[in-house]
């Protein structure tokens, strides 16, 4: 994850601690709650929790595949119960509900209150056509820290994407429900070749809803996800330059708004190639804030887990085909620390990609990753997209890099 408003323009923004060891918090320091790590590698994970699979809609790029359909295996109430009181004392830093569309669930409430209760910082991934003014106040009311609220585009480009007519003016009621009772929102929207056009369309619809937090997303190829194209180099390229001009555009006027985008640490290091183009007066401290984070070395099976409808534990949300273990049946503090007797080799390998020197990983790379410039600072792209298009192979190159190879190649500064 990449905090371009952080890094670019330098104010302080939330989970500066958890991405780069230092900030709202002070010095780096571990609390046992995962915040202010030591390393990087020694961060605990942030819980993608998908807690059902129907949802409402149909998204042309969901990642589990769902529907408006019920699915044996999930959870019961007492599991859930477990699985929560487990990760409040396991300390991960920070829970995020998905689906499906986790609102759907029967038990929903009673999980955002269970959750807020024992102390765990609580997110929602939704896409907002369920947040009535009593959901809405009911977020408040169990102190959830954020509701990120899923767009695709803007009107019936984002119908489109969801398949289903008026999911966007439905969504846009769910901000503002939000808003009226002051429940801290954002958007999320997943970077493609059918919106990438709309950027930004999509920036001014944040700026005229007062939207405070926005989360871009790079394609990950998987479920329905994989029938959609990834971004050309030159697409990628020119969103993020977009979206960077927007931040400082946002700085200058005074205006409080934090960008991200995610699955994608090369554009750590497409921000410090403009950086050093343009003698920007943060460039040694980002690239510092950068190389402590490391990118995909330090991501999916590290800073990263997901827990899907059934149980299974996951590297990440997106990687699917990998098993670590299952909440049934073990607890998932064990299944991380100690790992599975079935799954142990293959969480030891995932993250041995970060436990290596970089010099060692390096090695092992193939592809355009083996002789990057700036693999410090990205650690291979990210490493689930790079194992979907190599076979599963840990060790191969991100297709999703955009780097011109003069950038690749080009020296970095002590």
Avoid at 191 to 211: A, G, M, P, Y
Avoid at 218 to 237: F, I, K, N, T, Y
Avoid at 270 to 296: D, I, V
Avoid at 304 to 320: C, K, L, R, S
Wanted: aromatic share 6%; proline share 4%; hydrophobic share 35%.
């Amino acid at each position: 994850m990449i905090n371009l408003t952080k890094l670019w323009t330098g104010v302080e923004q939330p989970a500066d601690s958890l991405r780069y060891g230092h900030g709202h918090g002070g010095q780096a320091k571990d609390h046992g709650c995962g915040m202010n790590p030591i390393a990087a590698r020694e961060r605990k994970p942030i819980i993608v929790w998908n807690i059902t699979r129907t949802c409402n809609l149909r998204c042309v790029h969901c990642y589990s595949d769902s529907a408006a359909a019920q699915y044996p295996g999930e959870l019961t109430w007492e599991q859930m119960e477990t699985v929560v009181e487990d990760l409040a004392d396991y300390g991960v830093p920070s829970l995020l509900l998905s689906g499906g569309e986790p609102m759907i669930h029967p038990r929903f409430n009673d999980l955002v209150d269970k959750a807020t209760e024992l102390g765990l910082k609580l997110t929602i991934s939704t896409n907002g056509t369920l947040i009535t003014p009593e959901m809405a106040a009911k977020l408040k009311a169990a102190k959830v820290a954020y509701v990120g609220i899923s767009l695709d585009g803007i009107g019936k480009i984002h119908d489109e994407f969801r398949r289903k007519e008026g999911a966007f003016d439905a969504a846009v009621r769910g901000f503002k429900n939000c808003h009226e009772v002051d429940q801290k929102t954002g958007l999320r929207l997943t970077l493609t070749r059918h919106n990438v056009e709309n950027i930004s369309q999509i920036l001014d619809f944040i700026e005229d809803k007062e939207i405070k937090r926005v989360c871009f997303y790079h394609l990950v190829p998987s479920g329905r996800g994989s029938e959609l194209q990834m971004l050309r180099p030159d697409e990628a390229r020119g969103a993020i330059d977009t979206l960077i001009a927007r931040v400082e555009q946002w700085h200058k006027q005074g205006v409080d708004r934090e960008l991200l985008t995610v699955t994608q640490p090369a554009d750590g290091a497409h921000l410090l190639c403009r950086m050093e183009r343009e003698n920007h007066p943060n460039l040694e401290e980002t690239r510092r804030l950068l190389a402590w984070n490391g990118g995909g070395a330090n991501s999916s099976g590290r800073g990263i887990a997901n827990i899907d409808t059934q149980g299974t534990v996951h590297p990440d949300q997106f990687w699917q085909d990998v098993i670590l273990g299952n909440v049934k049946q073990m607890p998932f503090s064990q299944i991380w620390s100690e790992g599975n007797p079935a799954s142990a080799e293959m969480l030891q390998e995932i993250r041995s990609i970060g436990l290596l020197t970089t010099e060692e990983r390096q090695a092992k790379m193939s592809g355009p990753c083996a002789d990057c410039k700036w693999f410090t600072i990205c650690g291979g792209g990210f490493r689930t997209r790079a194992a979907f298009a190599n076979d599963g192979n840990l060790w191969g190159s991100d297709p999703g890099c955009y780097l011109r190879e003069e950038e690749r190649l080009q020296m970095q500064h002590s």
